[in-house]
């Protein structure tokens, strides 16, 4: 179930700054860097099962994220050779901190949860393919940043040797096929590359607002409230997993035509659709084609007509009503995707960008606007069987103090 404590965490990471005693461009919060992760994770995955034929536990894979996520979260800005031997000396400690720290805060995701998240930590053997992708996606995510700020700061002390050791650790994930073929600098590095371009594209570029999000940070809040919804649903692996991904994916586009907001595309009659063939052509000409072409079917199937709840009948996709992927597809051979949830999740995030600026004293127009609209669009109203109108009322003493929460 989306949690309101667990949310606000996840914002916290949105104030983490990274290389923060180095000279570095905007775009370098915890936040983003766990978002290009995920997407690198999504990539080197994909490799392993088409060029080596391993069997992926995606769920694993994802759940596996959030919870590096959440222990660095907890952790806040220690500098990584310091983690990681503190980690090495003192692991079980530090895990079982971050554990008690999660429980005081009355964070909670699922049944099972803690016992899961505490197993992942203390056991090398649980989800050892996984844990191996995720830990090469998070060398190669934080070797895109060094690259960046590597000219910036060439004359400052230790720079030499943190560059050393985020090759040397790339080298110790080598067998990986998704490493080895990052590592030729071709088209799949170039489409990392330019997703990555994400990080900079401001949300609300409109106007003020505390915290700054990407919309990189913010593909992965969605992300993980599909995933959160998907679990209260009892969604099948395959549902979970799609909602994920396609919560992680469903701004991709606009990589190659940025953020044109709502009140642009609604302003002239057929404009909204005409940005969505844009979008479309756009797609096929700059992006598919740094993607092995094995890999386009699932990715159109994430990021065209995102917000339809869509199911796979004998190869075809279908758009299906609101209720019915629970009430007749829910099995894993119909791949289904409740993209009605997405929207959803998606508005969620935006209100909370908005009223956690506007409860720091940062606000506008534009952010007092978006918070009304959102507001009484959900109010009262469950999507998918999830009460979102619950969530949006849990965030409202933000905006309205006097209101007291619901959650």
Known sequence: MINKALLELLFESAHIQRWNDHIRPKG?????????KMIIAFVLAKYEASDRGAVIDWRGLIEGGLFEFLHRIVLTDIKPPIFHELMARH??????????????????VRPGFYDDFACYWRDPEERK???KILRAAHY???????????????????????????????????????VQKLGLGKKTRNFLDLVGQLRFQQRWAQSPRVP????????????????????????????????????????????????????VKSSVAGLDNLIKNIETRQLEEKLFPLLPSAWHKEIRYYVENEFANKVQVDGQVMVVESGAISARYNENRFEPIDGEIIKACDHL????????????????HH?????????RKYEGKSV???PFGRFFACFKEYVCPQKQPLC
């Open 384 to 386: 998918g069987g999830i």
């Open 129 to 131: 393919l996984e844990k």
């Open 367 to 375: 952010l007092r606007d978006g918070v009304t609209t959102l507001s």
């Open 28 to 36: 370098f919060t915890e936040l983003d860097k766990q978002a290009h």
């Open 349 to 364: 995030a935006a209100y909370i960008e908005a009223s956690l600026s506007i409860a720091y004293g940062i606000t506008s």
């Open 140 to 178: 190669l995510a934080t070797d895109w940043e060094f690259q960046i700020i590597y000219h910036l700061n060439s004359h400052i002390f230790g720079v030499e040797e943190t560059k050393t050791r985020i090759e040397n650790e790339l080298e110790e994930h080598i067998d990986l096929a998704g």
């Open 212 to 263: 700054e999000t990407s919309v990189m940070g913010h593909m992965l809040i969605v992300a993980i409230m599909a995933y959160l919804c998907s679990v209260e649903l009892a969604a099948c692996d395959r549902r979970l997993c799609n909602n994920y991904f396609a919560g992680l994916f469903h701004d991709l586009p606009e990589v190659l035509t940025r953020d044109i907001i709502s009140p």
């Open 91 to 108: 692991g079980e400690q530090l895990t079982d901190w971050v554990f008690g720290r999660l429980k005081d805060r009355g964070i909670d």
